[in-house]
């Protein structure tokens, strides 16, 4: 439907719906354009009546129990325009309810989770709501009530395997076997079933085959029948012909003769099963709860029985079922069928089912005449005698002292005259009564709070629970009086209505009580009675100039809160925390709320109201109020003390901004003349075209305009870079236990220093051999094997760094011994000496300890395989503690075994080359050299760079990359202009050999390395729809910006559940890749992983610190880290593994369901700092992710990392979550 020149119409209209009674529904309505637009619903051309089932929210209509009358017609959504009330109906939709033939009660107020039952009682009300849902198969029920508990399991019976289909047979009739929250049915096919229930003769005929049948406290199978049961047949309950199919209780009626008195042995019977209903329906008949089987005196013609010739036997309790596409007919008390004879016992007092209170007398009466014995059997076990439980009559009768759960089920009474036996079967059941919880209201109430706004219309339904009889329900006032179904106070079919509700009359605790033999049970709702608010003053407008303090107040009267809350609004939406520190502050004095500004921003003018709103009223809105904020003249941003090298081309910026463009110039202190030529100052930047010696000195910016004068002084320094006048000779050759020398010398000014390295790590060269000379050469005392590796000499100074690698290689000595003394080596007859008596007593020793082992080996010869076998064993058992007792080490201090194999050649070098987290041995650094040279790429193959942001390493772009022709790939660039940071520069090493060594769809992949010219580019893997950060900021549903781009984002399509648990799935895999590879990622978040419009997901690492995610990060122990993802061991300990990884990973997930938003944003670094070394900032999973999800969130950020998972734990167990969300 369309309004007037399509200015406003239905975008979504309601649809019909087909389902079943009891079963909540959605109507769906809205209207475009939708802003300013009020829905309501009619039903048959009839505003629809307010009821407790119904609400709305905004133009969906939301049914939680569709009723079969009041819900049967045709729904109509009016939108309706505000401003001009111009209304337009969509075109009707029609509810198709059909029948449920359930209980009410199934559901109604149960809180499977919190009734207390002992195991007894709980398969006692598994069976009762299993005689509830009309399925009557008294095999099943015998066979589960035969079952025996098993003493390991509290909650488990062991069963036979017939026992056991059985069961799994009656839950195929509910729904899918496999939702049964109780079952564990054995595997087994359906040609297996068939065979082991036909023709069976009982439940313990097969106990040499054991199977599981378990019953759960706390997973009733009422709560099934209602929330899995009706799911399944909600789909099955269908009418070829489109008609309801509806389905009333089955009653037996004698056909055939007229009056029961005259059915004689011999005689014709005809008894008929009366049901209400339609479609295809199948009848089944049983007697004293047996199925009836047909043969040559029994026929069965639909909904007829036919008993020809009838015996005395024929005679017991008839009931019938019938089903169609609906379900099955409730089943009602059964037909007493009397067959009378001269030779038989016959019944006089037919025994009645029997309902009783747990503990009291039980009483079955069972009176024959003409017999000779009457025998009670109960569950086939027989006949009864009396004992101290039980007392059987003369008559017959039989009475229970104390019924108790284990007396319930059914009895068979049986009259006995000479051969022939005549029998009715009934059943005693012991009443209960479950106990009501929040959700026994309609509509759903979070809290047992409900508040109604004066002189407003009020209900709420208490929905029956579980009992047996079915309880009684009814209200009390305030006072404790029953509530009548009259006055404006009222109570109809289990609702509450307050017509018009009155301060300080019908406020108050109402209860609903239900009741039966079984006892009572209760629950209250407090109602509140609020009034409406009324805004006393608005806020008033003001103009400030940035930076300053601003206080906006307004003033109201209302109600306490949660009564009576308020909002502030600025331009029309509601003020929300920016992420970050809280720039600004909401002080509520009931009665005077304020808003203050400690220092307004310029995004900060608008125009800025207060929304007062009270529950029961709609809101209030004060008088909008004009902040403007004018811009203050500054610096934007403040230059900053420079250096420059001589001879260079150099500029010098100083920018700055106001109310109005201000001018800007340069002037150097203790000169009152102009520049130089070769200096020159346009507007604001200054242009050294060769820097002089003479340039240095102090310089000032001033800026000013009509706001007044601002002014800045730096010093410019000159400086002359470092720059080598002896470079080292690469390679460099030296032997075993001779010394060597590095050469190395630079100058520059001021006087560079000069470090050595050795295989990019700094503190190598402590060992007293080492010695660094007054000229910038490195001197080696005496060679080892270990010392061969990259030597690195750096020259750095104010003015930059400059730096050489060499290649030491060693060569093994001859009869070379490191313990020798470099002095004393000119003595050559004392070293002769020396080593003759130490060759001596190196033979002496090595005789002896060959003689001990040759000793040792006889003795031990004939204990070795045993000896061999147990300590085998033992070093597995040992072996697997210890490894998993040293994850967490192994992961950040992974020694290189190429290293550990050089070392041992020598037991001098324990303290050299000892490796440090996070770094690799001197091999994998001579073999990572290696391979960059073969991914060296050039910058001609790059398109044009289009600015990401800027990290610690340099600024970070997109752009396109294309080789020789090939197909063109987006691409990321990260550039490494921060070479004076010795940390950047190890940083950026990381970053490259990390992605270097990877090949995983869930990583992105290294392209190539430009280092042809300055600076170096990192090109790595990109995606189409970029970081997923800003995906999950577009997604919003206001579409808010992020906190870190001032624009918005194009809208993104929001994520499901499934989705996120696909991403999350990919991105556990891509981390498990790097774990495998003993890799530590270090900053995992959604802004360091790439999104592709396949929904596929990439682990990167742009680590974008500085723009635009400077947010993100925190300065902590002169360190940039992303304080708020990460666990107390990696920000107060510094040690990174794995389980840190792991713990980061959980923080993503966090984000993806909260759709990028920054995690504790309302608390400032400081604040999660102190929480997160108390190690009291707790995360909280998100509501809507899977149960299983959020356990394994809560692992993932447990305090102890040796309690979270690993990698291939979350992989494994978010691939099972996953699975069942496609079930």
Not at 33 to 46: A, E, M, N
Not at 194 to 214: N, V
Not at 403 to 423: K, M, N, P, W
Not at 873 to 886: A, H, P, Y
């Amino acid at each position: 439907a369309h309004g007037q020149d399509g200015d406003l119409y239905f975008s979504v209209s309601p649809a019909e719906h087909s389902v079943v009674e009891g079963l909540p529904v959605r109507l769906r309505c809205e209207a475009q354009p939708s802003s300013h637009v009020k829905y309501s619903w009619k039903i048959d051309g009839q505003p629809l009546a307010p009821s407790p089932r119904r609400h709305q929210v905004e133009g969906d209509l939301y049914i939680t129990r569709v009723n079969r009358i009041l819900d049967s017609g045709k729904f109509v959504c009016v939108a309706t325009l505000e401003e001009t009330g111009y209304s337009i109906e969509s075109s009707p939709a029609k509810i198709d309810v059909q029948s449920a033939n359930w209980p009410p009660s199934a559901c109604g107020g149960v809180d499977v989770n919190t009734t207390e039952k002992t195991l007894e009682e709980a398969h006692y009300v598994a069976i009762n709501a299993i005689r509830s849902a009309s399925v009557r198969d008294d095999k099943i029920q015998k066979c589960m009530q035969s079952c025996r508990k098993i003493s390991s399991s509290p909650y488990s019976f062991r069963c036979s395997r017939s026992t056991a289909i059985s069961a799994r047979l009656f839950a195929a009739v509910l729904g899918d076997v496999d939702d049964a929250p109780f079952l564990q049915a054995p595997s087994t096919t359906d040609d297996d079933v068939e065979r082991e229930e036909i023709g069976s003769g009982g439940c313990g005929d097969r106990l040499s085959r054991p199977s599981l049948l378990s019953f759960d406290v706390t997973a009733l199978y009422s709560d099934f029948l209602c929330r899995s049961t009706r799911r399944n047949l909600v789909e099955k309950r269908r009418n070829v012909d489109g008609k309801k199919s509806r389905i009333s209780e089955a009653i037996v009626q004698l056909q055939q003769p007229k009056l029961p008195s005259t059915i004689h042995v011999d005689n014709e019977i005809e008894l008929r099963c009366h049901v209400d209903g339609s479609g295809d329906m199948k009848y089944e008949w049983f007697k004293n709860t047996v199925s009836v089987a047909k043969s040559d005196r029994v026929e069965i013609k639909k909904k007829k029985l036919h008993i020809h010739r009838a015996i005395p036997e024929d005679s017991g309790m008839y009931t019938c079922v019938a089903k169609n596409e609906a379900g099955a007919s409730p089943v009602t008390d059964s037909y007493p069928l009397i067959v009378s004879g001269n030779e038989t016992a016959t019944i006089k007092d037919v025994p009645k089912n029997l309902i009783t209170k747990r503990g009291e007398p039980a009483i079955l009466h069972c009176v024959f005449e003409n017999a000779d014995e009457v025998q009670w059997f109960f569950k086939e076990i027989g006949p009864l005698e009396s004992d101290e439980e039980r007392t059987i009559f003369e008559n017959g009768t039989l009475l229970i002292r104390a019924a108790d759960l284990r007396d319930q089920g059914f009895y068979s009474c049986h009259g006995i005259r000479d051969e022939t036996t005549v029998s009715y079967t009934v059943e005693l059941q012991i009443a209960y009564l479950l106990n009501f919880s929040v959700a026994a209201f309609e509509p759903k109430r979070p809290t047992q709070l409900a508040i109604v706004g004066e002189d407003q219309e009020f209900q709420i339904s208490c929905l029956e629970p579980l009992g047996l009889p079915s309880p009684k329900v009814y209200w009390k006032d305030p006072t404790g009086h029953i509530i009548s179904d009259t006055g404006p106070v009222r109570v109809q079919d289990n609702t509450l209505i307050i017509a018009k509700a009155r301060m300080g009359e019908d406020d108050g605790n109402y209860t609903c009580v239900a009741e039966n033999m079984a006892g009572e049970t209760d629950i209250s709702v407090q109602i509140v009675i609020s009034t409406p608010p009324s805004i006393i003053s608005s806020p008033e407008s003001l103009s400030v100039m940035e930076g300053d303090p601003v206080t906006l107040t307004c003033s109201y009267s209302g109600m306490e809160p949660p009564i009576t809350h308020v909002h502030w609004l600025k331009d029309e939406a509601q003020l929300k925390e920016s992420g970050g520190p809280t720039r600004y502050r909401v002080t509520d004095n009931h009665g005077n709320v304020t808003l203050h500004f400690k220092s307004v921003d310029l995004s900060d003018k608008g125009h800025y109201m207060c929304q007062v709103f009270t529950t029961g009223f709609p809101s209030l809105f004060s008088k909008p109020a004009i902040l403007t904020v004018e811009e203050k003249l500054k610096f934007s941003p403040q230059p900053v003390n420079k250096r420059l090298e001589l001879g260079s081309t150099a500029k010098v910026s100083c920018k700055a901004q106001g109310a109005t463009n201000p001018t800007v110039k340069w002037v150097k202190e203790g000169e009152d003349e102009e520049f130089p030529k070769h200096v020159q100052d346009i507007n604001g930047t200054l242009h050294f075209n060769g820097v002089l010696e003479e340039d240095k000195g102090r310089y000032t910016c001033i800026a000013s305009n009509a706001q007044g004068s601002i002014n800045h002084t730096i010093s410019i320094d000159v400086v002359i870079a470092p720059k080598f006048t002896v470079q080292p000779q690469n390679p460099t050759e030296a032997i075993e236990g001779y010394p060597v020398m590095l050469h190395c010398a630079a100058e520059g000014d001021p006087k560079p220093t000069i470090q050595w390295d050795k295989d990019s790590r700094m503190n190598n060269l402590d060992n007293p051999r080492f010695e660094v000379l007054s000229n910038g050469s490195l001197y080696i005392k005496e060679v080892y094997l270990s010392d061969e590796g990259k030597y690195g000499c750096t020259a750095g100074n104010s003015g930059g760094l400059k730096r050489e690698e060499v290649q030491l290689n060693v060569k093994a000595g001859d009869n070379y011994r490191a313990d020798m003394d470099l002095e004393a080596s000119d003595d050559g007859t004392m070293m002769t000496k020396t080593v003759t008596i130490t060759l001596s007593a190196a033979a002496g020793y090595m005789v002896l300890v060959v003689g001990l082992m040759l000793y040792c080996r006889y003795r031990r010869r004939r204990r070795k395989q045993q000896y061999l076998q147990e300590q085998t064993e033992e070093k597995i058992e040992n072996g697997d503690v210890q490894e998993e007792q040293t994850e967490l080490k192994e992961t950040g201090n992974k020694v290189n075994s190429t290293n550990k194999k050089k070392e041992n050649r020598d037991s001098h070098n324990k303290s050299d080359g000892a490796d440090t987290a996070h770094s690799q041995s001197s091999n994998q650094s001579r073999k990572s050299k290696s391979n960059y040279d073969k991914i060296a790429a050039s910058r001609s193959n790059l398109k044009e760079l289009k600015p990401l942001g800027r990290g610690e390493f340099g600024e970070i772009y997109s752009t396109k990359y294309q080789v020789d022709g090939d197909k063109e790939s987006l691409v990321m660039v990260k550039s490494l202009t921060n070479t004076k940071d010795e940390i950047a520069l190890q940083e950026f090493k990381r970053h490259l050999d990390l992605v270097h060594k990877l090949n995983h769809e869930n990583v992105v992949k290294l392209i190539g390395l430009c280092r042809e010219e300055e600076p170096d580019y990192m090109i790595l893997e990109y995606t189409d729809w970029g970081d997923l950060k800003q995906f999950l900021i577009a997604s919003r549903k206001d579409n808010n910006s992020s906190p870190t781009h001032e624009t918005k984002a194009p809208r993104a399509p929001q994520l499901s559940v499934a989705q996120i648990l696909s991403l999350s799935n990919q991105a556990a895999k891509g981390l498990k890749h790097l774990a495998d590879n003993r890799l530590v990622h270090k900053d995992i978040a959604a802004r360091n992983c790439l999104i592709a419009s396949n929904l596929t997901i990439k682990i990167s690492l742009p680590c974008m610190t500085k723009e635009p995610y400077q947010q993100e990060y925190t300065k902590h122990r002169n360190q940039i880290i992303p304080l708020r993802w990460l666990p107390y061991e990696a920000v107060y300990e510094d040690e990174y593994s794995t389980k840190s990884d792991v713990y980061s990973f959980s923080c993503l997930v966090w984000e993806m369901f909260h759709q990028g938003e920054l995690p504790f944003n309302k608390m400032n670094d400081e604040s999660v700092l102190t929480q997160l070394k108390a190690q009291t900032l707790t995360w909280k999973p998100h509501k809507a992710a899977p149960p299983a999800l959020q356990e394994l969130q809560t692992q993932c950020w447990a305090n102890d990392p040796r309690e979270r998972p690993t990698f291939d734990e979350v992989v494994s167990k978010i691939g099972e979550i996953v699975v069942d969300s496609c079930l």
